[in-house]
């Protein structure tokens, strides 16, 4: 699979902002369905997003009203904005790309840390 490469990811103190990226260099970008998703110190495998193909949104409830995710499909780019940052927002934050309802790529992640 051609991985994808998340970016962005940093140490930002409780309150704070960071924009996350997903590169999708693969040639299918506008086909695919887009979900970040995190897996924290405490926690397992959260789902935090989604985007589908026209646009469509969902979250998670602890991201909802924080988080926003997008898609640009001329930079192939799939963004991940999280604003009101809190200590249990800590993980590693990763990006994983679908088509007809198929994982077909993946990234290495990008690790967020929320810490006064």
């Known amino acids: 699979q051609v991985p994808l490469v998340e970016s962005g990811g940093g140490l930002v103190q409780p309150g704070g902002s960071l924009r996350l990226s997903c590169v999708d260099s693969?040639?299918?970008?506008?086909?695919?369905?887009f979900r970040w998703y995190r897996q924290g110190p405490a926690k397992g495998r959260e789902s935090v997003a989604s985007?589908?193909?026209?646009?469509?949104?969902d979250y998670s409830s602890s991201a909802e009203g924080r988080f926003t995710i997008s898609r640009d499909n001329a930079k192939n780019t799939v963004f991940l904005q999280m604003n009101s940052l809190k200590p249990d927002d800590t993980g590693v934050y990763y990006c994983?790309?679908?088509?007809?309802?198929?994982?077909?790529?993946w990234g290495q992640g990008t690790l967020v840390i929320v810490s006064s």
């Open positions: 994983e790309a679908f088509r007809f309802g198929v994982r077909e790529h």
């Open positions: 693969t040639f299918r970008f506008k086909d695919h369905f």
């Open positions: 985007i589908s193909v026209d646009n469509y949104t």
